[in-house]
């Protein structure tokens, strides 16, 4: 009997693991995402299934994995700009599903200016996080009627410049060098053309653009202010594809075709301006060989190798040139990336990136003629070299693991330079400095409740300064006085380890969903920067210096944390936020008073460090939908920098503290052909150090700051209008193609907004007293670098 009720009791025990076990079964969903009419991965669609209420977004190369319990199910792709893609699914097995969505703009009743998926502001992890799409860019009012990356995301809150002429952005009180800008993952370290008016991103090749203020993901690193990460095209890999436009100053050309059958594709464009060939008839002898130009070419490929791995390697190769006569200035970026995605298993992701970027200066005097009296040649370059495997494993819809590494080599040339004079030569070359950083990282992103939702990591990077060099000692001085070398330096061999610095990256995010409509968010991140950009000029120039952390120079480093309400209204139509964020940095440069930063082997007895702080609140509302888009941003912030030798110790405002900054876009669709749209910018002015008194020495009236004052005034506030209007031509292009003009005007309203104020002798109109006494007096001067409106017309085609 005992036996009999045992097997019974095992049986059902047996029967409810077996039902068990079946019910827990799981199986995997996975695919690409693409469009389809170019074959383009899609970045950011929403993927949701609806009878477990629950989904993904895919990745940066449009590949997503959904793991649920077997069953039938209804998976839903949704992508704003592009018709809703269904498919019923009965997961009984693992399934690879790759799905092409198509671009419904030209159906809709409303236009969008956004393909992101609806409520992503509000139901994602990420805050301070800005991405502004390529199809509204081109819309917008710009210099001369080009396009241009830089200049649009300035429209952001949180992100500023210190006027026009100004190579680079500011991002929550950082400078321009603590901004890490990315092209496929390889960094570019001067994103200007045309000392700042331009950006080196071709807009015909980019496919997509996003930058990071805080909230930083673990895989990234490098900088302590932010993150600008742009995607270039892939390619058609559906048909051949021409597009250009020709401009004011330059024009533009993209080609783009599969090859193999749709398993690759590639993209080549190029861009050239011609301001030195259209204004060659008017000028004069002495001009008469006068170069200012610029140019790059971007291009890209790749090919898909089966199911599983697929290979990309893209390049960028810009140029400025100007100079005139027997004196020549140029500097540019060279960039090559390689990447591999292979798909281990439908649950884990890898992508291999390996890159290699080069940013060149040179300036010289007779450079080509080794037989000129008097000759100066000076080049300078930083070149980095790395390998990063990132890889992305799909737990569960509501965990996903990111995990990864990366190594990266440093050569820095700060000054290769060669004077001849009367046939008598000097060798001024600086030595290379050589470094390397490693890191590794792991972070999830974890949804705890229906409600809230986590992203949790840390990384760890450990940085080499390495020999071959000198490393030298500098003796104590009074705060603010330079420093003297102590003679003779200690002497590295080739590849000894001179210092080494290692720093603990926690980051930390959470989204609390208050509603279906709203959501809090908060974040925490520390960076740390290795690499520094020796710049004491009102703006950076192209031959500002970088440099490497060593034994007299600390790596810099940022604590940030944010809290942000966010806010979606009739039905995604509006989406509005409010975020106040507070940042600490540590290891902040500064300079001596007359510090010499270039040719200078004891550069470092010049430098200063001290502190910096910024807080602000950035208010945004942005309209997603109907013929009207566009958005409103008005930023209020602080920042400011203390440091030992500089205004008595005390706090003084960072050279780009602006602390209102309001910014308008509208754009506004008044019928198929014509689109017309405006940008408005009005901040206040950045901080300048004025005179607080002055004396009398030799006839001149001489400023002077008795109090050692830094930055204790401001120059005018900045605003500006601009203007532009879209019209597509009647007619196809060569019968085949599309054509649109772009008429645009810069300043509309003729502002002569002040770059920089500064003091000089008046000799213009001295008073009777002044002449009787022989004096002249001090007179400010307001510079500008644009003091007219600009109007330009621009012609775009495609075919």
């Excluded at 409520?119 to 080009?146: F, H, Q, W, Y």
């Excluded at 500023?160 to 991002?171: I, L, R």
């Excluded at 890490?180 to 071709?202: K, Q, T």
């Excluded at 100053?249 to 011609?274: C, D, H, M, N, W």
């Amino acid at each position: 009997m005992k036996s009999k009720i045992q097997k019974k009791w095992i049986g059902l025990l047996l029967s409810f693991f077996s039902i068990t076990a079946v019910a827990q079964t799981k199986h995997t969903v996975s695919g690409y995402v693409k469009d389809l009419a170019n074959g383009e991965g899609l970045i950011g669609v929403s993927v949701y299934v609806r009878e477990a209420q629950t989904g993904v977004v895919t990745n940066p190369y449009g590949f997503y994995s959904l793991t649920l319990p077997a069953g039938s199910y209804t998976v839903v792709y949704s992508y704003m700009g592009y018709q809703k893609t269904t498919k019923t699914i009965e997961l009984n097995a693992d399934q690879t599903i790759s799905v092409e969505m198509s671009d419904e703009s030209e159906n809709l009743k409303e236009v969008t200016i956004s393909t992101k998926r609806d409520d992503e502001n509000v139901r994602s992890i990420e805050m301070s996080v800005n991405k502004v799409e390529m199809k509204t860019i081109k819309k917008m009012p710009a210099l001369l009627g080009e396009v241009d990356l830089i200049r649009s995301i300035q429209l952001l809150p949180g992100v500023t410049t210190v006027g026009e002429g100004a190579s680079g952005f500011n991002v929550r009180g950082g400078d321009i060098s603590q901004n890490l800008v990315l092209l496929d993952e390889a960094p570019v370290f001067n994103s200007s053309h045309l000392f700042g008016f331009f950006s080196v991103f071709n807009p015909d090749v980019v496919k997509d653009v996003k930058l990071f203020k805080g909230g930083i993901p673990a895989q990234y690193g490098g900088r302590i202010s932010s993150i600008l990460d742009v995607r270039m095209k892939e390619g058609n890999a559906k048909k051949r594809e021409i597009n250009g436009g020709i401009g004011s100053i330059f024009s533009r050309l993209t080609y783009e075709q599969p090859f193999a059958a749709g398993k690759g594709s590639f993209i080549v464009a190029a861009r050239r301006s011609y301001i030195d060939i259209l204004a060659k008839p008017f000028l004069n002898k002495d001009l008469k060989d006068s170069k200012f130009n610029f140019y790059d070419l971007t291009a890209k490929v790749n090919y898909r190798l089966g199911n599983k791995d697929t290979f990309f390697a893209s390049g960028y190769l810009g140029k400025d040139i100007f100079g005139g006569g027997d004196f020549g200035f140029g500097w540019g970026n060279k960039t090559l990336t390689g990447r591999w995605n292979h798909i281990f298993s439908n649950k884990l992701f890898m992508n291999m990136t390996a890159y290699y970027s080069n940013y060149d200066y040179n300036l010289g005097q007779n450079e080509n003629d080794k037989n000129a009296k008097d000759r100066f040649v000076w080049n300078s370059k930083i070149i980095t070299k790395s390998i990063k495997p990132d890889f992305t494993y799909y737990i569960t819809p509501k965990n996903q693991l990111t995990f990864g590494g990366q190594y990266i080599n440093y050569d820095s040339s700060p000054g290769k330079a060669t004077a001849v004079s009367e046939g008598e030569g000097l060798n001024l070359d600086l030595p290379s400095r050589h470094a390397d950083e490693s890191a590794i990282y792991i972070a999830n992103e974890q949804k705890l409740t229906d409600k809230i939702s986590l992203q949790y990591g840390i990384r760890y990077s450990y940085f080499r300064s390495l020999g071959p060099g000198i490393e030298y000692s500098y003796r104590d001085t009074t705060a603010g006085i330079r420093k003297q070398p102590i003679l003779p330096g200690k002497e590295y061999q080739s590849g000894d380890v001179i210092k080494t610095y290692g720093n603990f990256e926690p980051r930390f995010a959470v989204n609390i969903g208050l509603n279906s409509v709203s959501s809090l968010k908060i974040s925490y991140n520390r960076m740390s920067q290795y690499l520094h950009l020796l710049s004491n000029t009102a703006a950076s120039s192209p031959l500002d210096v970088w440099t490497l952390s060593s034994s007299n120079i600390k790596p810099e480093l940022a604590d940030q944390v944010a809290l942000g309400w966010f806010r979606n209204f009739k039905d995604n139509m509006y989406e509005a936020s409010v975020e106040v964020y507070y940042k600490k940095l540590h290891n902040q440069l500064d300079y001596v008073v007359g510090s010499d930063l270039l040719l200078n082997q004891f550069v470092e007895g010049d430098l200063l460090t001290g502190k910096g702080r910024a807080y602000g609140a950035e208010f945004y509302l942005k309209k997603n939908k109907g013929r009207l888009t566009g958005w409103v941003s008005y930023t209020l912030s602080k920042t400011e920098r203390q440091v030992d030798g500089v205004n008595n110790g005390n706090w003084f405002n960072a050279r780009f503290d602006k602390p209102h900054n309001f910014t308008s876009v509208a754009i506004f669709e008044l019928n198929k052909r014509l689109t017309l749209s405006s940008n408005f910018t009005i901040a206040s002015g950045t901080p300048a150090t004025f005179p607080t008194n002055g004396y009398s020495w030799g006839g001149y009236s001489l400023g002077n700051n008795y109090n050692n004052a830094r930055n204790n005034n401001r120059i005018p506030a900045y605003h500006r209008l601009d203007l532009a209007a879209t019209l597509k031509a009647r007619k196809k292009l060569f019968g085949i193609g599309e054509g649109e003009w772009v008429f645009s005007i810069y300043n509309v309203y003729n502002r002569r907004n002040a770059f920089s104020v500064y003091t000089r002798q008046n000799e213009d109109k001295p008073t009777a007293s002044e002449k009787a006494q022989n004096l002249l007096r001090t007179q400010a001067v307001r510079y500008s670098v644009i003091g007219s409106l600009i109007p330009s017309v621009t012609y775009n085609f495609k075919f």
